[in-house]
């Protein structure tokens, strides 16, 4: 078990909705990121938080945002869902900062999204 | 552009063999770090095994190793002594920098008894 914790494990969503998914970070991670990973595809990094601020992201539209708390839990925020958005969403904690080279993130059990 | 190439959809082994799953990369940095993860059914991305691209042995956990070819841009996984419960998703990574993983499209290992 890796320590990080994500809420709900399960939603369903109606198209045009908004949706909000939370995650607990590992004890003593500073950086969470978010990925996207469709049925029978690998992840897609969606962004990464360190200390609060966004500090990468990978190809998806502003509809797609986040926020990361002083105590380093995360949300990702969806909004006008459409159904290509039906995916399990994973977040993943890293113990590092900027420019501090590869290290192991470590993920949670993922929040199943369906939108219809 | 990162890119991480796994090009076994499927993969089966009988109980107690090794097996080696393929991963090849390209990058143009010199510093990266390799991993791969174990997907079962629940969802969960559970990391195996870390190689940092200016490690010179290969890396070890336990059943696992990972089979470094800097020069040929690969890093296959060998499962030793394969058990009903590896059977999963195997996912090979790579993350240049502070930030974003690149994920390969993954392989199923389906362990047969």
């Known amino acids: 078990e890796t320590g990080v914790t994500q809420s709900p494990t399960h939603l369903i969503k109606t198209r045009g909705q908004q949706v909000t998914l939370r995650c607990s970070s590992q004890s003593g991670h500073n950086t969470v990121s978010w990925y996207q990973q469709a049925l029978g595809q690998g992840p897609q990094f969606i962004f990464q938080y360190y200390r609060e601020e966004e500090n990468g992201r990978g190809n998806f539209p502003p509809r797609f945002s986040g926020l990361q708390f002083p105590n380093y839990s995360s949300e990702l925020n969806v909004n006008a869902l459409e159904l290509d958005d039906s995916a399990l969403y994973l977040c993943?904690?890293?113990?590092?900062?900027?420019?501090?080279?590869?290290?192991?993130?470590?993920f949670g059990q993922g929040t199943r999204l369906t939108v219809v | 552009a990162q890119k991480i190439t796994q090009t076994q959809p499927g993969m089966f082994v009988q109980e107690k063999e090794a097996v080696t799953l393929d991963c090849t990369y390209d990058t143009s940095d010199q510093s990266y770090g390799l991993f791969w993860y174990k997907q079962p059914s629940s969802g969960e991305m559970i990391f195996l095994i870390y190689q940092g691209s200016y490690d010179e042995q290969n890396a070890t956990e336990g059943r696992y190793s990972l089979n470094f070819q800097k020069a040929r841009k690969s890093a296959n996984l060998v499962i030793s002594a394969s058990q009903l419960g590896d059977s999963a998703m195997y996912f090979c990574?790579?993350?240049?920098?502070?930030?974003?993983?690149?994920f390969g499209a993954g392989t199923r290992l389906f362990v047969k008894a």
């Open positions: 990574a790579m993350r240049e920098g502070g930030f974003k993983t690149i």
């Open positions: 993943a904690s890293s113990p590092t900062g900027l420019n501090a080279g590869p290290v192991v993130a470590f």
